[in-house]
């Protein structure tokens, strides 16, 4: 990376702050089309996470297919009625409420791109199933936040969704038993009925979130 004056630091930092404040979580897509290069690309960024012993603890299972998708959907819908008819506690629905939230979930079918993360609590970078990994979730975390940024870059809206218990995933995304499955990125674009909760344009300020020591 070539040197930059204090001035210009200051300022890509800014740009960056500001371009990612525009991000919110979608749940509403359309189904319009989003070349699978920007997916690939977004994901090669994702690989190039930092990572425990660069063991890479990782794999993106990316869904495109209509049967896989609403296979998927069956499933996690099938878990979140469970979780919104007694198993969440009355604390949490009542967070959870202001988003308008419940156990339908139209966009895992209607969204182009599902993107299935899987923590690889063993492989190593030889995928030989047998070596530990290490600071798994961290780093799985970790490349997934820059997954998020990339498509954002990119233009695309994007969702988080963690259905519970996800081991669904692992079966049908045909992944071995010591993946576990962290959550699916749902990719596309906003559908013209998208809004954004007032709720989640909360953000708490900068004094609040950083100490200085």
């Known amino acids: 990376m070539p040197a930059l004056a204090n001035e210009e630091r200051v300022l890509r930092a800014r740009n960056m702050r500001d ?10 897509f359309s189904d319009a089309p989003v070349p699978r ?8 960024a994702a690989g190039s996470a930092p990572n425990g012993a660069n063991h ?15 296979a998927i959907r069956e499933a996690a819908e099938a878990e979140e009625r ?3 008819s007694g ?3 009355d604390e949490w629905l009542e967070a959870l409420g202001p988003l308008g939230t419940d156990a339908d979930k139209p966009f895992l079918e209607t969204a182009p791109w599902l993107i299935v993360v899987f923590a690889q609590r063993k492989d190593g ?7 530990q990994n290490y600071y798994v979730n ?7 936040g820059m997954l998020i940024t990339t498509l954002h870059e990119a233009g695309l809206s994007t969702l988080t969704h963690t259905p519970s218990p996800m081991g669904f995933l692992r079966e049908i995304c045909g992944r071995p ?3 576990k499955p962290l959550m699916i990125v749902v990719a596309g674009l906003p559908s013209d009925e998208a809004t954004v909760p007032k709720k989640a344009t909360e953000k708490k300020p900068l004094s609040q979130i950083a100490s200085w020591l």
């Open 87 to 89: 198993k969440a506690s």
């Open 37 to 44: 290069e920007v997916i690939e690309s977004a994901i090669e």
């Open 82 to 84: 469970t979780f919104y």
């Open 56 to 70: 890479q603890p990782w794999h993106f299972a990316v869904v495109s297919s209509p049967e896989t998708k609403r």
């Open 19 to 28: 371009r990612l404040k525009e991000r919110r979580s979608c749940r509403y």
């Open 138 to 144: 961290e780093s799985v975390g970790i490349a997934c």
């Open 125 to 131: 970078i030889g995928e030989d199933g047998k070596t």
């Open 177 to 179: 038993d010591h993946e």
